[in-house]
């Protein structure tokens, strides 16, 4: 029983662990701009990364 | 000798082989159109970036922005982070492509002092952190320019701003409700497997009061602006969709937080469900209208905003707000006037068609005055700017905020249902009561009533409407058409009237050569001289005379003038030739003989325009202009017959060249002469007749009808009034998306009914079930999931 309580538990804290996740990425700007990505992805010389 | 057309290496504008500039970079020699797109290219390569040219596919031909900026008009774009870090926002006019935007950010991050820049590629606003000890604003600014690009500052609208915000608040708590609502399954199924297979009482207990948990921020954080729109309601007596949403859900939270007590089933499921479901409906639809105003933006931010003013210290370029009035603002030919004021130097033809529905462009001099939003075509002016505050413009924009303001509510599919349900709800949970109360007991007739309201919110409620309109808005905008209001598609499908605008919308706004009468031979040798002549001008009607000769084979003009408002002349051969309206072509070589003056007043009359080429003595041809029709409005015209719609022109032009328009399209009724605000009370008459008309335009005059009109749909000429005005902007000229979007809104229209359907018709099977007291927690969220998916496949159907 005891490891029943345990599981639920642990899958609590990774439901909220991943919400909490979800709000920083949302408060961090991370979805203001959902059309960037496919263009930047094919980029591939980025030498201010490199150097 | 040859024409033959070239085009820039850098913006790609066709430009005459002979015209263009020829410089050379790294050994090759290469065409430009002028010197600041070789100054761009120069720029480019000398930072590295040649791989521009290669990125570029989606790029638009087009000139460059050249202008210079105030670096005082960015200050209030700056935040300071910390002592040697600044943050700067701003717009980016004139990115045309996503290699414009690596150009931007590559040649940015090279420059000493900028630690980091990124650029939305939706809304094309740029983020610049620099440290102001090793780079300043100017020179910031100054490396946009020297790209051809214009920083503008303060470019979110405050709709804009607004509606960032709300997209970003239904984020979250759609996010939060649904990560409680994951959650909340892992539980919420175990209990429906113990339902069939028996589970112990206590694990039951616990996962009940675990359901409890996590579905409390879902009803209490997810569930506000429902919480706020239903108190709202209740206020004002007026049923909502909300007002369902929080009857059906919160009745199941409640419900199951005593059915813990009471060891019955819970519904904690049914309410986060709704909840979460309806939020995602929301947020879609908040992302629909915020990509719209910010497309809108971007087809609006081409305009300048900006006035050249001179000063003590010469011309600088000012924002168009800040100008006060007795200011003097230069304006050159072909651009925009930015502002109203008297013309205090110069002598310029102004192209307002766009105000008051003429065509063709008008003679302006000094002491007249000009408005705000015409062309100035041919003649450099000094304006003197009059009270800012009382133009013509802002009593137009006045009339449209006021009538945008009254524009009676949609009353939508929605919220007819709604008005009907709810109350029905109730009654049915009223008679479960009565019924449960004699039959059983007074808690069972509760538990029934209350069971009834549970079941009462079907999921797919929220995605019923959302969804169709959705997927039809993501359609319109891929034939061409922005729909920013959302009603839209609902309201076109109520019209019986369509109205156009005649000048820009059923016409080109450009006028063409109609007809000619050559009183000389050959033919061929005076309509030749006649492009020739015009080929050196840049004035609207030149375009028309390009089509009449061979524009390879042009011949050479020397000692060529420009009199604006009345003609050119030019030396061909020897040869003096004059090309002007009567007065002009009179003034030169005396009286006309009587055929040719009769044949004049004769073309007059009727509403054309008329030009004349003569040489020192004789004239040798008259030119009939006009202002042609657009090539598929027959078409469409027809079209919408076939559709039963009546059609009507409501013109501000005069009445022979509208009536002419209206015989050959042969259009219903039709107004000219009409101002800007009677063309809206002409539409407000008719509405409170019980028509239901849809306004198309482009011009400013066309704003307030617009504004007043069911639906209205704007052709994106650059006006900004009247595309704010609009609910939705064709973003191409073309009249055949009209037809195409009224059968898209009525195929929407329909599947969104049926939609409404399939939702309801959860209701249809579990309402009789609760009201026996047959109904289970596991019966209610398979029937909820049925009927939502019913629902997602249906609106699928649009898409193809």
Not at chain 2, 517 to 530: G, K, T
Not at chain 2, 554 to 578: A, L, M, Q, S, W
């Amino acid at each position: 029983m005891w490891s029943l309580y345990f599981l639920i538990i642990i899958s609590i804290a990774m439901g909220i662990g991943a919400w909490l996740w979800f709000l920083w990425s949302i408060k961090s700007g991370q979805m203001d701009d959902p059309e960037g990505p496919k263009y930047r992805m094919l980029e591939d010389d980025d030498e201010e990364n490199s150097s | 000798m040859s024409e033959r057309k070239i085009s820039c290496v850098h913006c790609l504008t066709p430009i005459l082989e002979k015209e263009a500039l020829w410089y050379e970079i790294n050994g090759d020699r290469e065409p430009y159109c002028c010197q600041g797109c070789f100054a761009i290219r120069k720029a480019i390569k000398e930072a590295n970036l040649e791989e521009f040219y290669i990125k570029r596919r989606d790029w638009v031909p087009g000139q460059p922005e050249f202008k210079k900026v105030e670096p005082q008009l960015f200050e209030s774009c700056i935040r300071e982070i910390n002592r040697d870090e600044k943050e700067l926002k701003i717009g980016i006019s004139g990115i045309r492509c996503a290699a414009c935007i690596w150009l931007l950010e590559r040649f940015l991050r090279k420059k000493r002092g900028i630690r980091g820049i990124s650029i939305n590629f939706a809304t094309h606003r740029a983020t610049i952190r620099y440290n102001p000890q090793e780079i300043t604003l100017e020179e910031i600014l100054e490396s946009i320019t020297i790209l051809g690009y214009l920083p503008l500052p303060g470019i979110t609208s405050d709709l804009e701003r607004i509606l960032e915000s709300e997209a970003k608040d239904l984020l979250i708590r759609f996010g939060t409700a649904s990560f409680f609502s994951m959650q909340l399954m892992l539980y919420t199924v175990s209990l429906y497997a113990g339902y069939f297979q028996g589970i112990e009482a206590s694990l039951r207990k616990l996962f009940e009061y675990l359901a409890w948990g996590l579905s409390t921020p879902v009803m209490f954080y997810s569930a506000q602006p429902f919480w706020k729109n239903f108190f709202k309601s209740m206020l004002s007596r007026h049923l909502s969709m909300d007002v369902l949403v929080i009857m059906g859900s919160f009745s199941a939270y409640t419900y199951s937080v005593v059915a813990i007590f009471m060891g019955k089933e819970v519904y904690f499921d049914t309410s986060a469900m709704i909840i979460t479901f309806i939020l995602l409906g929301r947020y879609l639809e908040k992302k629909m209208q915020l990509k719209a105003s910010s497309v809108l933006r971007i087809l609006l931010s081409y305009q300048p905003k900006y006035a050249t003013k001179i000063t003590s210290s010469g011309e600088i370029l000012s924002l168009v707000e800040s100008l006060k009035s007795g200011d003097l603002v230069v304006i050159k030919p072909g651009e925009k006037i930015p502002v109203d004021g008297t013309i205090v130097e110069g002598i310029s033809e102004v192209d307002e068609s766009l105000l008051t529905g003429e065509p063709m462009p008008v003679t302006r001099r000094e002491g007249d005055k000009v408005y705000a939003g015409c062309m100035n075509i041919n003649g450099k002016i000094i304006i003197k700017v009059q009270d800012v505050k009382e133009t013509l413009l802002s009593k137009i924009v006045q009339t449209v905020l006021k009538a945008l303001e009254e524009k009676p509510r949609l009353q939508g599919i929605a919220d007819r249902v709604i008005r009907v349900f709810v109350p029905l709800v109730v009654l049915i949970a009223c008679i479960t009561f009565i019924y449960g109360y004699i039959q059983e007991n007074l808690t069972e007739g509760l538990l029934r009533a209350v069971s009834v309201l549970v079941i009462a919110c079907p999921c797919a409620l929220g995605l019923a409407l959302p969804l169709a309109f959705l997927i039809a808005t993501q359609k319109a905008y891929q034939l061409g058409l922005l729909i920013r209001d959302g009603t839209l598609i609902e309201r076109v499908n109520s019209i019986n009237i369509i109205a156009f605008d005649k000048t820009g919308t059923l016409t080109k706004g450009e006028p063409q050569v109609k007809e000619y009468h050559i009183y000389e031979e050959p033919v061929n040798i005076v309509l030749q001289i006649a492009l020739s002549l015009e080929s050196c001008s840049t004035h609207p009607l030149a375009k028309a005379f390009l089509k009449l000769g061979n524009r390879e084979e042009v011949y050479k003009v020397t000692d060529f003038k420009n009199y604006p408002g009345r003609g050119i002349e030019g030396v061909i051969d020897g040869g003096r030739y004059y090309l002007g309206n009567r007065e002009f072509i009179e003034e030169r070589i005396g009286k006309l003989n009587p055929q040719v003056k009769q044949m004049c007043s004769f073309y007059v009359q009727a509403g054309y325009t008329v030009v004349m080429l003569s040489d020192e003595k004789r004239v040798l041809g008259l030119f009939v202009l006009d202002d042609t029709l657009r090539e598929e409005a027959k078409e469409v015209i027809e079209e919408l017959k076939r559709k039963r719609l009546k059609t009507w022109i409501l013109s501000g032009d005069e009445e022979e060249v509208v009536k002419r328009v209206a015989r050959e399209l042969k259009i219903d009724y039709s107004v000219s002469k009409a101002t800007p605000i009677e063309k809206a009370e002409i539409i407000k008459e008719w509405q409170n007749r019980g028509k239901r008309i849809m306004m198309i335009g482009d011009g400013i005059n066309d704003a307030p009808a617009l504004a007043v009109s069911t639906a209205s749909l704007a052709l994106a000429s650059g006006v900004e009034l009247a595309m704010e005005s609009a609910q939705g902007v064709f973003m191409k000229k073309d009249l055949r998306i009209l037809p195409e979007f009224l059968s898209l809104a009525k195929r929407t229209l329909k599947i969104a009914k049926e939609n409404l359907l399939w939702a309801f018709s959860y209701n249809i099977i579990a309402i009789p079930l609760a009201v026996t007291g047959k109904i289970h927690p596991v019966i209610s969220a398979l029937l909820m999931a049925t009927s939502s998916i019913l629902v997602v496949i249906n609106s699928l159907r649009l898409a193809r």
